[in-house]
């Protein structure tokens, strides 16, 4: 996963993509990025942390310009490194491109390899980076053919912004697997995976870049282009069950609403008689609230959450066991003691650290423990961006939900059915991907296919 976010025509672009890339942090807190141009020379600056700890005004006065690319990465294919980070640059024939990429290409590998063989050296081990490859070959015939024949090439999931010196393209698969919307600010325009960074600095939204579409924006304003056509849509619907913001709107409709409507669907499906509903935070608040609401049961937090752990903190000596999922979440005594419970959350992976947690409230004196998921039970890995680990390590591709009961020590558990989790999408199931659930994959996998197998090919 990865956020993505572009300016065009605002002279402070550099400092809007900070704020932009500031409020799309969740889709990414590996490495920070941003390209700027001027209108003829393109600077770039790249680093692995936070945006607030990536960026500062000294760094942000030394990327003058009116366009910007910025990209916050969260690695699913390629390793944690700098060379890693984007946007990705390259100057090719005399022109420099920058390229922000969020998605999974499927066939990199087999492209790479190709290239290879014909002459190319790449300096990544980013599936992104093939895409640049193939607009470089192509560029002559003119940057709009070059994307889209780089399009017809290309296989599986990309949003994608790209700066050139004197304009900013915006293009999308034509499956339309992750989002990207176009908004206006101050006469300029901006491009974003999330409306969320639009709201923060307040730039009205316009439009979503629609799947398989080439956006064009320099001097002449916007100029859409046809990219690819697909018969059909695959939406990643794990965007609306936990990896967006739930201010944001994607693919029409609101997050926290989808949510709640997942809870409601929950509710539907499983009344308990319980004294209180409570989510596990902030990924189950939306579900947990759309259950409470639909069943009438009160609604408490009753765990809390600690919102400043950051990616590596000092581990204790030996002998405090699960610290780093207790040092997130702390049960309230208070609140559980003698209680009968029904927890929310939006989604079990590996099923670990559910585990310590339902034995974290358990210790604080629930009495009985009830956990209600609100998808149904992942069972296939994503190859178009979620980070899902291995069939293996995924809980439910090897477990029955009565296994999994009884590994989280619970008094009962229930998920989302598929029919619970298509009709809080409108009904509309065929324009979403729910391959992690059904294993029905839209674009599909070459065999053998791994996520990590250009880290292979190093
Ligand atoms: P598990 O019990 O499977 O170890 O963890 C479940 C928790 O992981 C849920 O609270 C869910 O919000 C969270 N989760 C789901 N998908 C992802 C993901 O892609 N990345 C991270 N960091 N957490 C996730
Ligand atoms: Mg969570």
């Given amino acids: 996963m990865c956020g993505i976010f572009g300016v065009f025509g605002h002279k402070e672009a550099a400092k809007l993509t900070y704020f932009g890339l500031y409020a799309l942090q969740h889709r990414g807190q590996e490495s920070a990025g941003m390209a700027v141009s001027d209108g003829r020379e393109v600077r770039e600056y790249r680093a692995l942390g936070l945006v607030p700890d990536v960026f500062n005004e000294e760094i942000l006065s030394r990327l003058p310009g009116h366009i910007a690319v910025g990209h916050v990465r969260y690695s699913t294919t390629g390793s944690t490194t700098v060379k890693n980070a984007q946007p990705f640059c390259v100057t090719h024939g005399g022109c420099t491109l920058a390229l922000a990429h969020n998605g999974n290409l499927v066939n990199a590998y087999e492209i790479r390899r190709e290239l290879e063989s014909q002459g190319s050296i790449f300096q990544t081990t980013m599936d992104s980076e093939v895409i640049v490859h193939l607009l470089a070959k192509a560029s002559r015939k003119g940057i709009v053919e070059a994307?889209?024949?780089?399009?017809?090439?290309?296989?599986?999931?990309?949003?994608?912004?790209?700066?050139?010196?004197?304009?900013?393209?915006?293009?999308?698969?034509?499956?339309?697997?992750?989002?990207?919307?176009?908004?206006?600010?101050n006469g300029g325009y901006v491009v974003a995976s999330e409306t969320c960074a639009l709201d923060l600095i307040q730039a009205q939204y316009l439009r979503d870049i629609e799947p398989g579409e080439i956006l064009v924006i320099d001097e002449n304003g916007l100029s859409s282009y046809k990219g690819m056509e697909s018969a059909r849509r695959a939406h990643c619907i794990f965007e609306f069950i936990y990896f967006a913001r739930p201010d944001s709107y994607i693919f029409g409709e609101n997050v926290y609403a989808f949510r709640k409507h997942l809870g409601e669907g929950l509710a539907r499906e499983n009344p308990l008689e319980v004294d209180f509903v409570m989510p596990f935070p902030d990924s189950g608040n939306y579900a947990a609230i759309g259950y409470a609401q639909a069943t009438g049961l009160p609604?408490?937090?009753?765990?809390?959450?600690?919102?400043?752990?950051?990616?590596?903190?000092?581990?204790?000596?030996?002998?405090?066991?699960d610290f780093s999922v207790r040092v997130k979440l702390n049960p309230v005594k208070e609140i559980l003691r003698g209680k009968k419970v029904a927890v929310v959350d939006d989604s079990l992976v590996r099923g670990t650290t559910s585990r310590t947690r339902v034995k974290a409230i358990r210790e604080a004196g629930a009495h009985e423990i009830y956990m209600l998921i609100s998808c149904p039970p992942i069972r296939h890995p994503c190859f178009y961006g979620i980070d899902f680990p291995t069939p293996g390590e995924l809980i439910a591709a090897k477990h029955s939900v009565e296994e999994i009961r009884r590994y989280l020590e619970l008094d009962g558990l229930y998920y989302l059915s598929l029919e619970g989790l298509i009709s809080a999408a409108g009904g509309e199931g065929d324009?979403?991907?729910?391959a992690c659930f059904t294993g029905e994959y839209p674009v599909p996998v070459e065999r053998g296919f791994r996520k990590d197998i250009l880290e292979k090919g190093e």
């Fill in 299 to 321: 609604f408490e937090m009753g765990v809390i959450r600690n919102h400043y752990v950051g990616r590596t903190f000092i581990q204790p000596s030996a002998g405090m066991r």
């Fill in 431 to 434: 324009k979403f991907c729910l």
């Fill in 147 to 185: 994307i889209r024949e780089a399009m017809g090439i290309i296989r599986g999931a990309y949003s994608v912004i790209l700066l050139l010196p004197d304009k900013l393209i915006a293009f999308r698969d034509p499956y339309g697997f992750r989002p990207l919307c176009l908004g206006m600010v």
